[in-house]
């Protein structure tokens, strides 16, 4: 008999800014997630916590329409049908991390990871008030903005004292020069957010020294 769900992480892949060609399993931005999901679940799922990785019916985030974020609002409203009200953490990479910082502020999100995330200036994030954040971007990055997720990162922290960001030396935008490390990263981060256990000591450290000297750590190997 399988243990009664307790909590949720749903994992949001990345895209591109316009495409209505169906979003599938075999692309790459999908098959990176698959090992942060797996990560996850290694650690969770014999303790309640249902794992997914979403797939989105579009490629691109299409403005004004915000696919991703309709599906990731959709996958929320299955996952309270399916689970009742659980505790959820979402993980997002490049448009995913812009879709989950952007349904964050869900009254069943626990925490939100945003990895090397597609931010623009003028991003919402007053919805995130209180929450407990993570953004982790690579200092190789060329996809996405380092500087734009800092400046994010310190409006979220004016509303919410559970913000961390970290800076992956040596890395990019594809997360695999140092994978072990973002796998690790992400897996305690989603632990310590739904309560399972404490979080790391970088990660508390990180949200106790709030900005501007936990919104710049660099990420230690494991």
């Known amino acids: 008999m399988s243990n009664p769900v307790t909590g949720a992480v749903l994992v949001l892949h990345g895209g591109r800014p316009e495409g209505r060609d169906a979003a599938d399993g075999l692309r790459l931005p999908y098959l990176r997630m698959v090992p942060f999901a797996r990560s996850v679940a290694a650690a969770a799922a014999r303790r309640g916590v249902d794992v997914g990785l979403l797939r989105y019916r579009y490629r691109g985030w299409n403005a004004p329409d915000l696919d991703p974020v309709q599906d990731a609002r959709w996958a929320l409203r299955d ?14 990479h490049s448009m ?6 952007r349904v964050g502020g869900d009254p069943a999100v626990v925490g939100v990871a ?3 995330p597609w931010i623009e200036r003028g991003e919402p994030w007053e919805h995130l008030a209180g929450q407990t954040v993570l953004i982790a971007h690579g200092d190789r990055e060329r996809m996405t903005s380092p500087k734009a997720s800092r400046w994010f990162a310190g409006r979220v922290a004016t509303v919410s004292d559970r913000v961390a960001r970290f800076e992956v030396l040596g890395d990019g935008h594809a997360m695999l020069r140092r994978a072990r490390a973002w796998h690790d990263l992400v897996t305690g981060f989603a632990l310590g957010a739904l309560g399972l256990e404490p979080f790391t000591e970088s990660v508390a ?8 000297d936990g919104l710049a750590v660099p990420l230690e190997d494991p």
Do not use: N, Y
């Not at 450290?205 to 501007?212: E, N, Q, V």
């Open 79 to 92: 996952l309270r049908e399916r689970h009742g009200d659980v505790p959820v953490v979402l993980v997002g």
């Open 96 to 101: 995913g991390g812009r879709a989950a910082l």
């Open 114 to 116: 945003g990895l090397a």
């Open 205 to 212: 450290k990180a949200m106790a020294a709030g900005d501007p």
